[in-house]
């Protein structure tokens, strides 16, 4: 209590003295004392804080009327005392009785002020309140009050209070008088004031009265000179000057006065500037902004919900002008959203129909513009819209008659311009008749622009008129550069300008525009403009920039064709092909399939391809478009000229018959373009060049026919041309050509070159011809002396015509030209050569190459050089001259080289990799040469020696007889030898005789003939080697005995004969006798040997030797030691790896790397290493059970070897075997993991293994064919090999059959193969009826005594079917039963342990029965497994069998530890898993961290439920089995545990 009278009193306080007032009173004698007592009583309880009962006595107080200024100042009193108490009511009440009893005008004054403060104070907000405070006001504004600032500031405040008013005010009329009235007092009282000056001017620019407004004008002058900080100022002078028109200089004004301050009247008429000056999208900006400042506006709510609309329709308006995509939708928007506001506006319908005819919708413009005449069919705009409908459906007649009807009866300016200006679009458009005199429409349009000169459009037809029609460029110019300065984003303005500039020479100017353009508007909205220049720049050499402006276009306008179709162009000529090719594509997609467009983008294509060397796509793109025009000489030339350069190709490849199809083609094509155009000098040089090329091929290979209209006169008699004719035909084209351009230098060059071909193809040299061509290059070098071309070619006709210094000065000039001309300095080295000038030959040989190290004249001429100075490094120089390109000399000369080291004992051929194999590139050199020059007998003798060497008998017997031996044409061969005399016969002739009566299978006549042949005078070496192949004779005679002596005598002769210790090793392995073997291997352990073949012989028979021993493990390791010391050796490593497969295929990733290596060392036997490769990755599949890493890589790299075996020896069944496997082992695993479907198979193995049968099949009949030439018992083998290969192939293919669900099908192929293979019948009938039982939902008794019913021989894999098939249909004790046979039939570890996993599977899968024998089958698969782990702990599959075993036996901690080397392992693909059963584990130990890592690296839903179910199970947790649920709905164990938690 005592706080609160101490608050109260600090209130009392600062009243101002209010308790020194009572003692005042007090102290008066007037007073009677009930005053006084009341008064002190007053006192006291202000003093106490006590505020009723002060104000009770003053109250009482105040009752006293007797004393005026005693109540006056009690009032006052006691109205800051209710002030101060929060009573304003009360206070007001006493405020209002002071003012009454005011005896002085100062008091009165101040009760009033007080009255106002207060009310103010109390926040009015009834009618009733506003009226009394606006009543005091009046009453304090009523007083004759002097000019002080705070007489001003409530003449102020009762001016805001009025404009206040006026907003809430539903009539204004009245408010309006008052206001203005007010303001003009203020004006009159206080002259230097801002304030009533602005309100007036904000009243002022309301009115619509434009009279009554222009007499307000001197109040607008006024505040701008006395007030140039107004804003309102300018807005009245803009708005009189919008009034007379004069809208640029009422825009600037404006802007001026927005500047200061933005306001409502600001940008509303400056909105109305921007429209009559056609600047629309500023106009939508400063509508924007004026509905933005319309909260500010003086005036009513009402009246600014009219204004709001108004401003919506003139933003339409502005949106509709922009005429973009969006600003048209935003107006339609705008529109629709006004529907209900303005339903029965005519400027609203009017709007409505012309944005419906901006968007293309005629019909509802119509419907619009009707709807608007019904309300005023006078109406200047709707009848103005009606006749621009009529222009738009074509009726221009009726349009013609409503406008100028209009015009006639319009006075009103703003619409006398709109009404010319399309008078004059109607006319422009209009039928023919009026186009013909346009002199009407540019009266319109003059008209239009006097009445309306800021409108573009106006100056724009104007400047249209005046290029197209009257042909005045520069006024053009003038009226297309006004309409561009009126609208910088008027394009067709901007584009007229550019373009008329351009026709004026004015290209800066253009220039200029194009600039201006694209800096100062977004890309996507000026594409003419980034297109013109794009095309500017190109003209200038600058595609850079050019590629960038086309690219802008594209952005701007991505479907226009011919935007792409600049940019392809910019593109080609910036070397861009594949981009520029891309480009015309997209034009010609743009542009359709079909019309004249297209046939531009469409040469283009094929030019580019051309360019680019494809000139079969070139060719086919040309087609298309003589589809499209069949007489377009380009296209007719561009095909020829294609066909031409495939024929040029065709030299360097050396297809000399395609070059002349090519050829016979491309002068076809010329003669359908002589057809068309004959004046034409392309088509006339590209004959010439068709006919000159044929120089390189041989005369019997040219037979051209020339079509009729191009064959020259002399030459019409012939159907077909030789060599020589068809290269003076070309002459005569040339010569065409010339009359056309006698001034062409090229020309004489190209005719001079045919000359040199014709000399050169006479039979003797023609001079006359070479004088010929000697002429045409001094007149090629007279019209261009820089020409070094042509000094080089006239340096080779003069050295033809044997006239050397001539031939030295024109190289050395041609030299003088250009150093870098590596042609002249090769004609300069071999004319050096040709008259032995030896070390300037090589000095100029050797600047050709500095020149260009690829020119391959040059290096020919430095081999020859080495050659001839018996150099060693000539046959390195002839093989780099073949690498880099063939050429006559360089194949002959290379392919000398070879044969030379073929026979010489000393030398070897060097190794390089398979595709620089030194006989087939020297091959491939002399085929090329022998194709050109085919009078050379050294080139066909050369090329029979290394078709020799390469086995290619065939190939040889066209160059000589001697090989008819090596082709088994043994008759022939037998032939020859016997016509050859006696005395001409050699010890070699003898010999061949002999081998080839050897080969013929005459062993007596063969034996005869060598052992007369040893009675010549030979060697010890020859006698040598002749007994060993008596001793071959022998024991394909039969006589093994015999031949067993004889190489006993060759092993006893010095020195050792490797090949007789062979040969006796071999003969001691056919005849079984191991104690000669081992004593002949004992002997050739002693000998040193170097040559490859010798030691790959000597490898393969001790490993032989081991093998026959049962010891597989000292073959491996001997085969091993010989590469030890012959590492580099191939043969050494494909031995290995096919001893590996054989022997321990458990072991086959290791034959990968000896594959490889093997490959890689011995090219030769590539083939080979390939096939063992995908054997070795097939193997790792099918056999290495422990390798559950095997991924689909795998497949595929096996399916990659094969094929390339199969490329590399197509004619072998195996490597097609192979391949079909490989292919179908891509095909189990795809099923295996769910990436294919069975019925999705394409069974290319089965197509791929009939092949191989059919390949086998053909091969044994060779064999067979040839059985009288061939030992039997090597004959019996490979027939028995491929017997075996084609039994494989036909279970293969059963297999296959049924694996794809195709049982009668394999059903019908067992019943084909039957009689083929009657062995296999059985095999085959229990493969068709184990998976027709597989294929049954239920099996009976009848279908497995059928199974058992087949007579077969029971093998491993057979119980592993049976397995498989009792597994499948739930028989899990008869399963067992197989197992365990399979078991003990198991001949080797690896089929073993295949039958125990079968055994822990059958075991796994008995447990999930959960039936009373579970237990057993825990014990037997953890027998099984421990099995397994004795012979390999780390096998992945073991392991995660023993975890699956203990988590059954509910042992979690075993359980973990099995699992948790799979958890790591990187090659392990069933980890889910491993993770579930560590998952358990860990719950088990509530290790949080570790169940948390377990859910983030969970990867699969169904796992990852069954985690959360646990989880949710241990901890009782409702969110954990929530989220079990969510990741599989469907398990009906989830649902139960939540429900059983909700429960508890």
Known sequence: MNKQNCKHRRRITSLGGLDRGFREKVQDPTMSKEIKGYLKAARDAIRLGEYKDALKNCKVISLDQTDHNKVREIGEKLARLCENTNQLDKAITTWITVAQSADSQDTKNDSLKAIITLLQKKKVTTDNDRKQLLKYYEDYLNQDLDNSEDSMTMHQQYINLLCRELNLSKVETELYAMIENECLKFTAK?????????????????????????????????????????????????????????????????????????????????????????????????????????????STDSYKDILKVQLQLCNAQALRKIGTKSSLSSASSILTDLRNHLPHDIDYLVEYSKLKIDLGDIDAATELCKRASELDDTHVRVNTNQAWIHFLKKEFDQAEKIIIMLIQNTNDTKDLGELYYKCGRILWDSNEKNRVDKSKCLAMFLKAAKVDPFHADIFNYLGLYYKSIAKDMHRARKCFEKAYNLDKSHDHAAMMLADTCTTIGDVEAALKIYKSVTESRPITSCKWAWLRLGLHQRDIADIIAACISFQNAIRADPVDPRSWECLGDAYKERGSYMAAIKAYARCVQLDGEEGSQIVYPLYQIASIKHLLGLFDEAIVDYKQILELRPDYVPVLQGIAESLLAKAIDCTASNLLDRMMIYIQQCLNYVGKIAQLNTNLLSMWKLAGDCCTIVFTSHKESVRLSIPQNIIPLDLQTYSYLDKLQVIKAGAKYYAAALRLAPNLSSLWYDIGVNYLRQGECSVNTDRSTLLNALESFKNSIRLNANDHESWSALGVVACKLNNPALAQHAFIKSLSLTTQNPISWTNLGTLYLQYGNIELAHEAFKRSQSADPYYVEAWIGQSIIAEVSAVDQAMDLFRHSMDLRMHVEGCLGYANWVCQTIVTPDKKLPKYSQYRNPLKQATDGLAFYIGRIRNNPCAYNLLGILYEQQSLYLSAIEVYKRVLRSARRFDESINIHRTLSTQDHTFNDKLGLCLTLFSCGQFKESYAALEEAMKMTITEEEKSNSNILKAIIAFAAGDAKHAKIILFQVSQMQPVNQHGLLALAYLAILLGDGTLLKAVLSELMKISVKNEQFISRYSLLFSAFYKLQNDNIRARNFICKMIHEKPDHGVLWQQLAKHIIASSPEKSSITGNCATAARILNVVASPNSLALEATRLLACKTNNISDIGFTDYGVKMAIRASSKAVFLKPDNPYNWALLGTAIAADNRYSIATNTLKKKNLNNLDLQIWTFADRTAELKKQNVSNESKYHVPKLLNASVASLHRLQIWLTLATTDSLVFSNKIEEAKDFHLKVSASFPDQAPEIDFLLKKSVVMAAKKVS???????????????????????????????????????????????????????????????????????????????????????????????????????????????????????????????????????????????????????????????????????????GLSSNDKRCLCNAIHLDPVQDMYWQALHQIHQM
């Not at 009265?209 to 804003?231: A, G, V, W």
């Not at 690896?1390 to 822990?1400: D, G, R, T």
């Not at 069933?1470 to 969970?1498: G, M, R, T, V, W």
């Open 1341 to 1511: 008794a009848e279908d497995l005594s059928s199974l058992k019913s087949v007579n077969i021989n029971m093998k491993p894999h057979h119980w592993k079917d049976l397995v498989e098939l009792y597994v499948h249909h739930g028989m899990m004790k008869a399963a067992e039963y197989c197992c365990r046979r399979y078991l003990k039939m198991a001949d080797s570890k690896n089929i073993q342990m295949q039958a125990l996993f079968y055994l822990a599977h059958v075991a796994l899968r008995a447990i999930n029965y959960r039936n009373q024998e579970s237990p057993r089958w825990l014990i037997l698969g953890q027998e099984a497994i421990g099995e397994i782990m004795k012979h390999d702990s780390n096998n992945s599959l073991s392991q995660l069998f023993a975890s699956l075993f203990s988590y059954h036996d509910k042992n979690i901690k075993n359980t973990y530890r099995f699992s948790k080397p799979l958890l790591v392992d990187k090659h392990n693909t069933a980890i889910e898993i491993p993770q579930y059963l560590a998952f358990l584990y860990f719950i088990s130990k509530k290790e949080d961290d570790h169940i948390q890592l377990s859910l983030q690296n969970c990867n699969s839903n169904r796992i990852l439920s069954m985690m959360y179910y646990h989880m």
């Open 190 to 298: 206080f002259t230097t004031s801002l304030f009533p000056l602005e309100i007036l001017a904000q009243l002022y620019l309301r009115d619509t009265n434009e009279y009554q407004f222009n007499k307000r004008i001197p109040l607008f002058i006024t505040l701008n000179h006395s007030h140039p900080s107004s804003n309102f100022g300018y807005c009245g002078l803009g708005k009189a000057l919008l009034s007379i028109r004069q809208y640029k200089k009422a825009e600037e004004t404006l802007r001026k006065g927005l500047d200061i301050r933005a306001s409502f009247e600001g940008w509303h008429l400056i909105a109305k500037a921007y429209y009559y000056l056609h600047q629309y999208s500023a106009m939508h900006t400063a509508v924007k902004n004026a509905l933005d400042c319309l909260a500010t506006h003086l």
